[in-house]
């Protein structure tokens, strides 16, 4: 019975450890809500941000994440919003879709004027991906193709229609002049990568998502990158990608990953976890995270940050009352 | 009679639900199939299979006197005064009473039963808390200062 | 050959004292995750992340970690169905049907050992699998689209009648109350909400979890209650732990027949180990010449869906590696561990990082094995469970479901909601419909209608896009003989007074 033994040592060493890491970490810490479950964007933005925070000792004790999933991040920001307005040590993470479900009054009538926008300290470029052997080489003639004919052309995307991957393609399309974007075909299916399996399996004929999410099948050769949504070109081995600006449609759309903070907290405070936040966003560690993940630079902290959310999503607001999603 | 009952009142669900489908807010983007089809078709086959149960019920089970129905009915407001106070009061204090109650209901020993109560609430608390690291909290939060 | 140099490499990185010691504590943990009712595979993965973490392990230890947990809740899941007739967790939905039954007769430990090595074939198969063929089947997930969903989960409903022969009607409407379920909640088509009634929480619709656990597990309270304690397996006499060579050998085709269909099931990133598992089951059931005993403890019953399901959670790593494509919520977790530990599934991690897949593949092996040796003997502990009074059990257990479904989302929504569905559980007892019918519908309802939405989005609303494949037509022949073959055989075949039902028999 010595396998026992070892195992009840192992376990009990396992389970001391736990207790210390626990008790270590719930003397006043600060805490980040993911408004999700492990595993999504808000959970690696917590998880990331608030390590980098403690590790760069932009903060005193290690922050404490809260996955509080439910509504599409609604659940969150009505606990936020109703019971924590003044808490100091509390931050939020947030992304495109935040922001995309504000303005769709998603959140049970909250606006986005209940609580502060923080900062963005990177982004997810948003792309327009075909498969390899797919007839269409640039933007355009993807776009001719859904303005000669909108029913020869479906597009997959890892969001629910009316989402941020789905608005991308609109958008692009009222740029390009088609005005009939009801026509439109999309599916939302689960997740960025399923929308690639369905359309290298041909079901699709494009694939909207986001440029974390094409990595791996963009190495391998199995689709091409018709336009990435951002003011430049993206650095690195990303550089050849053509941008859809330069291809005459002028669509800047990223998802953009950040936080916000209760609504009532001081000033002090709020400039506190900005000071944090823009530390983390200079730090060699986040600048490492930002390339495992598929991220780019994307800094906007502060009042900056505040105006520039306001501005998506009043855009956001306009082009769903168009599609209907929002009355 | 009670699979009759049964059907009746499943009868009278699925007529309500594909009643409701008709609120579902439809969008203005292509999708052929909807989002009122699929529930009304669900509602329809459980409508099908209500009427064919009303045509041929099984026999009735056996059904509890009205001495555990009211067993039935205390240990269900237990359940639900838990699920509230289990935040504001923490996990020790109502789980406890809780536990009590329902061991209670089961067999009417009234020491065994708190013992029980105890016995689950400060064992379920260390394995949660400790082993398996889910932030509970053992007391109101108030009192922890 | 290649493949074993790499194998080997990946056990070298694998197997050290310290991963050993970590695949030992995560098989641990991982079972008692597993068997907890409400708490899952992905709960126990995702609680571990931060302990990852704060140990300060490096990629591959962490990797072992939670594989280890992983392999071991799938393995836990099925010790509570078996013993107290409530899932551990959704996969071992199935095991209740006959492992309960089983446990019921006096024979809880041969159930746990039969199942306990059924789990260690379909995983140790799925296993090689993955290893040998990854990325070849990586390309069959090209080959669904939304019509070929579809008909895999027009199967899945049609062959329903399988598990509860007695009562079609009844288990026809089971199904159709989970589907109903399912549809409350953010339609994924329109973005908008159904049946919510304004309801922020319903907006993401009803979690299985809840759903499953107010069904068996808060159900029981209430069928105990009323029967004052006395409606139970507790009681039966605990005979010595001895292997039950005799099933084991008679169940050997079954669990590789249901390993096979397990892993191509979890290949399939929409279709998951809950399916994989309900597949096996029904298509065993079907296989065999003598089914009359399934449903009632039948060993057969056992192997089936515990092969089924293992086989299953190895064959969703297949897309989660090459695909990025999580089949599972837990699995969903896992790519969220890898992705923290900056390794990218995808297309290219085969060739990128062989020492990262490989150490994995080892680690699965690792993991396997030492859950078939812990299984054995703890199943004298795991037995024990019946000598507890259930004045001490079911508080217990009752308890245990609450905390686990309010670390969901910590909201008191969902517990009520539990208890809600406890209520409509006992009710649906006492009228002999079968509640795993609910589930299924609950788990699968979405995923059927937003296939066949998404068809026909592409399609343009032409129906003959359903059947254009050759795939989504060998689903719809499978369908309609599946739906079919139980009315014709029952008229066929005069068996004996089945009794099949997922309840224990009243107290009378």
Known sequence: ?327 | MSDRLFGLVVLIGSVAYFLAAANIPTGFLVDPVGPKLFPRLVSGIAALCALLIIIQPDNDPEWPMAMTWLRLAIALSVLVAYAYTLKPLGFLIPTAVAASVISYQIQSRVVPAILTGIGLSAGLFLLFKFALGLSLFPVPRSWMG | MDTFSLLAQGFAVALTPTTLALAIAGCIIGTIVGALPGLGPSNGVAILIPLAFSLGLDATEALILMTSVYYGAMYGGRISSILLNIPGDEPALMTTLDGYPMAKAGRASDALVLSGFASFVGAMLATIGLMMLAPILAKVAYLFGPAEYFGLYLLAFSTLGGIASDNQRKAALAACIGLGIAMIGLDNSTGMGRFTGGNLHLLDGVDFLVAIVGLFAVSEVFVFIESHGKSSAIGVKLESITIPIKDIGRTFGTMLRSSFIGFIAGILPGAGASLGSFLAYVAEKAYVRDNSRFGTGDARGIAAPEAGNNAAAGGALVPMLTLGVPGSGTTAVLLALLMTLNITPGPLLFTERPDVVWGLIAALLIANVVLLILNVPMVRIFVKVLSVPPWILLPGVCMVSFVGIYSLSGSYFDLVLMILFGLLGYFLRKLNVPTVPIILGILLGNNMEDSLRRAMVISGGDWKYLFQSGISIGFWIAAVTGFLAPVFLRKIIKKPQAHVDTTPPEST
């Open chain 1, 1 to 327: 019975m010595k396998q026992t033994h070892l195992t009840k040592l192992v376990a009990a060493s396992v389970l001391a450890l736990g207790i210390t890491a626990g008790v270590s970490t719930s003397t006043q810490a600060a805490e980040c809500i993911a408004p999700a479950n492990p595993g999504g964007g808000w959970d690696f933005t917590c998880r990331s941000i608030g390590k980098i925070m403690f590790d760069i000792k932009a903060v005193d004790a290690p922050i404490q994440v809260t996955n509080m999933a439910g509504g599409g991040g609604g659940l969150a920001y009505t606990h936020v919003v109703s019971e924590r307005a003044d808490d100091e040590e509390l931050i939020v993470a947030a992304s495109s879709a935040t922001a995309t479900r504000l303005a769709q009054n998603a959140y049970g009538g909250m606006t986005s004027d209940q609580v502060r926008f923080l900062g963005a300290i990177g982004a997810d470029p948003g792309v327009i991906v075909v498969a390899k052997d797919s007839p269409f080489q640039s933007l355009n003639d993807l776009l001719d193709a859904v303005k000669a004919d909108p029913s020869k052309v479906a597009f997959a995307g890892g969001s629910a229609v009316g989402g941020f991957d789905h608005l991308k393609v609109l958008m692009a399309l009222g740029r390009a002049g088609f005005e009939d974007i009801t026509k439109v075909k999309y599916i939302g299916v689960d997740g960025g990568a399923d929308a690639i399996t369905q359309t290298i399996g041909g079901f699709t004929q494009a694939m909207t998502g986001d440029i974390s999410e094409v990595v791996g099948f963009l190495k391998s050769g199995d689709v091409r990158i018709l336009a990435a949504f951002t003011e430049e070109r993206l650095p690195g081995e990303f550089g050849d990608i053509p941008t859809a600006k330069e291809q005459g449609i002028d669509v800047v759309a990223v998802n953009w990953r950040g936080l916000y903070v209760p609504k009532d907290i001081s000033d002090e405070a709020y400039d506190k976890w900005s000071d944090a936040l823009a530390k983390v966003a200079a730090s060699d560690e986040w600048a490492e995270q930002m390339t495992a993940n598929g991220l780019a630079p994307f800094t906007k902290v502060g009042g900056d940050f505040q105006g520039y959310v306001d501005g998506v999503i009043s855009e956001i607001e306009t082009l769903s009352k168009e599609i209907g999603v929002i009355q």
